[in-house]
C-alpha cells in the first residue's frame, strides 16, 4: 500500500499536546484578528458545517466481524462543492479531520480553486489488515459516506495511506448505488478509469515548484541545494524526486523508523530511487545498507537548504525547533510546525512555505481532473502540469504580495488571503434564509 505520509512521533510537551484542530482554530482566530471579522462571522468560520461519524462492521478473512470508525467533515461550502481526502491510520479522530478540513477550506481559496474543504478518514492501521480486507473495508466506509459525497457535493481523493485502488473501490461502491459509472465522485484514481495524468505526482510537484519560487526569491538556485526529506511516501518521494532533476542533492531521507543520510560534504547523495525500491519491499529506511543510519530528530536538526516534511502533523514542536537549521522548509504535509514552533522558527529567520500553500498541488490537479472528467475530454501530462505551474505560482506570488503588504510571514499571509476570500463568498452569498 503506497503511503502518502507518515506518523514519526507522538509529541509530549504541554504546547506539544495541542491538538491539530486547535492548532488550526489558533491561526484561524489570529488571522481574523488582523481582519477584524466580525464576531458572528468568525464565529461561523470556525465551525464545521458538518460532521459525520459512522461506526460500521467489517468481515474479515477470518470470518470474525470487527467494528471500525469514519469520519467525513465538510467545513465550508461558500465556494463550492467539498473537497478533501481520505486517510487511514491508527491516529485519525475527529479533531484532526476538523482541522485538515478547514485547512483544505483555506488551501482551495488561496489557490482560487471553486471548493470548500472537507476530509475524511477510518481509524485503523492499514498495515494490520490483507487486501482483501481493506477492499472490504473501504467499500463500507464508502457506503456510510455515500450521504454526502457525490461529484456536485463532496469529491474525496488519496491521503494518509490511501491511493489511487482505494479511490477505485470508492468510486465503484459509489457507482453500484447509483446504477451507473459516476466517476467524478472521487478525484486522483487511476488514469484508466477517468483519473488525470500528473495526479499521482501533483502535490510533490507543488512542493517542488514552490521551493523553486522561493529560492529564486531569495536570490538562490535549485542547482546544489541540499535538501532534507521527512517522510518517503507519495509526497516525500515525488518532491525529492522532482527537487533532484532540478539539479538539488538529497541528503538526508525518513520514513517512521528513521532514515539514512549522505554528508553534505562528499561527492554522492542519496538514490532516492534505491531507497523507494527498498520501502517498496515492506524494509524500513534505516535498515537501508551502505549509507549512515540517522533518527528523525537528527534529521529536523540537519543542516541543509531546504527542508521538505512530508509526514503528519506536529513534527515541529517548541521542544526541536531550535534545532532546526534549515534556510527553507517546505511543509509537503498538513500542520507539520506547532504554532509556538512557528513564532521560533520565524525569530530564526527560518523561512516556511505554509502547508495550505506549498502542498496544494494534489487539489489543484484534482480539480483538473474533476473539469477533465465533467468534460469527457482528458488532457495530455504535459498540459497538466503547464496548468499547475502557472496555479502555483500565481498563488505564490499572491501569498508574497500579501505578506510584503502585511508585513507579515508567508504563512499568516496565506491565511489572510484564503480567509478572506473565502469571507467575500460568505458575504456574497448571505444567509440563508
Same mark, same amino acid.
Given at each position: ?12 510537551? %504541554? ?31 470556525? !465551525? ?8 460500521? +462492521? ?7 466481524? /470487527? ?9 465550508? *461550502? ?18 484532526? @479531520? ?23 478518514? &477510518? ?10 480486507? *481493506? ?11 455515500? &450521504? ?7 469529491? =474525496?481523493? +488519496? ?6 485502488? &482505494? ?23 487511476? @488514469?484508466? $478509469? #477517468? #483519473? ?12 517542488? $515548484? ?6 529564486? /526569491? ?43 543520510? !549522505?554528508?553534505? #560534504? ?17 524494509? +524500513? ?7 549512515? !543510519? ?5 534529521? %529536523?536538526?540537519? =543542516? ?31 500542520? =507539520? $510546525? ?11 529567520? @527560518?523561512?516556511?512555505? =505554509?502547508? $495550505?500553500?506549498?502542498?496544494? #498541488? ?21 498540459? &497538466? ?9 500565481? !498563488? ?18 496565506? %491565511?489572510? %488571503? ?16
Amino acid at each position: 500500500m503506497a503511503t502518502d505520509k507518515e506518523f514519526l512521533g507522538q509529541p509530549d510537551t %504541554l504546547e506539544e499536546k495541542q491538538s491539530a484542530y486547535e492548532m488550526a482554530l489558533q491561526q484561524f482566530d489570529e488571522a481574523a484578528e488582523v481582519l477584524g471579522l466580525k464576531q458572528g462571522t468568525a464565529e461561523y468560520m470556525r !465551525s464545521p458545517q458538518r460532521e459525520l461519524i459512522v461506526h460500521f +462492521p467489517v468481515r474479515m478473512d477470518s470470518g470474525e466481524v /470487527r467494528m471500525f470508525t469514519g469520519y467525513r467533515v465538510q467545513h465550508n *461550502l461558500a465556494r463550492g462543492p467539498a473537497k478533501g481526502g481520505i486517510r487511514y491510520h491508527p491516529r485519525v479522530s475527529l479533531d484532526e @479531520v476538523n482541522a485538515l478540513a478547514m485547512w483544505m477550506t483555506w488551501k482551495c481559496a488561496v489557490t482560487d480553486i471553486p471548493y470548500g474543504g472537507a476530509k475524511g478518514g &477510518v481509524t485503523f492501521d492499514p498495515k494490520q489488515v490483507s487486501w482483501s480486507e *481493506l477492499e472490504r473495508l473501504t467499500r463500507r466506509y464508502a457506503s456510510e459516506i455515500s &450521504v454526502l459525497i457525490g461529484p456536485e457535493e463532496d469529491i =474525496p481523493a +488519496p491521503d494518509v495511506n490511501t491511493n489511487p485502488q &482505494v479511490m477505485a473501490w470508492i468510486m465503484d461502491t459509489y457507482s453500484m448505488h447509483q446504477g451507473y459509472s459516476v466517476p467524478g465522485v472521487v478525484t486522483g484514481k487511476p @488514469v484508466e $478509469i #477517468g #483519473g488525470s495524468l500528473g495526479r499521482l505526482d501533483a502535490t510533490g510537484r507543488g512542493c517542488m $515548484i514552490v521551493a523553486a519560487k522561493e529560492m529564486a /526569491r531569495r536570490g538562490k538556485s535549485l542547482e546544489g541545494a541540499t535538501v532534507a526529506v521527512q517522510g518517503l511516501g507519495n509526497v516525500g518521494y515525488h518532491a525529492a524526486r522532482l527537487l533532484k532533476a532540478q539539479g538539488c542533492r538529497i541528503v538526508a531521507v525518513t520514513d517512521s523508523s528513521g532514515g539514512c543520510y !549522505s554528508d553534505p #560534504g562528499v561527492a554522492q547523495a542519496l538514490d532516492i530511487e534505491k531507497l523507494r525500491g527498498w520501502k517498496a519491499q515492506g524494509m +524500513p529506511l534505516i535498515e537501508f545498507a551502505g549509507v549512515d !543510519s540517522i533518527t528523525n530528530e537528527e534529521l %529536523l536538526a540537519m =543542516p541543509c537548504d531546504i527542508l521538505v516534511l512530508a509526514a503528519l502533523e506536529g513534527q515541529i514542536t517548541p521542544k526541536n525547533a531550535a534545532s532546526v537549521r534549515a534556510g527553507t522548509i517546505i511543509e509537503g504535509a498538513n500542520g =507539520p $510546525i506547532t504554532p509556538g514552533a512557528d513564532a521560533m522558527l520565524e525569530d530564526m529567520g @527560518v523561512q516556511v512555505m =505554509p502547508d $495550505i500553500l506549498a502542498n496544494a #498541488g494534489g487539489v489543484v490537479t484534482s480539480y483538473f481532473e474533476w473539469i477533465q472528467g465533467l468534460q469527457h475530454y482528458f488532457w495530455e501530462r504535459q498540459e &497538466v502540469e503547464q496548468r499547475l505551474e502557472k496555479v502555483m505560482s500565481t !498563488s505564490f506570488e499572491q501569498v508574497v504580495k500579501m505578506a510584503q503588504e502585511k508585513k507579515t510571514t508567508m504563512r499568516k499571509a496565506a %491565511l489572510l %488571503l484564503g480567509i478572506s476570500k473565502v469571507v467575500k463568498a460568505i458575504e456574497l452569498r448571505g444567509i440563508y434564509p
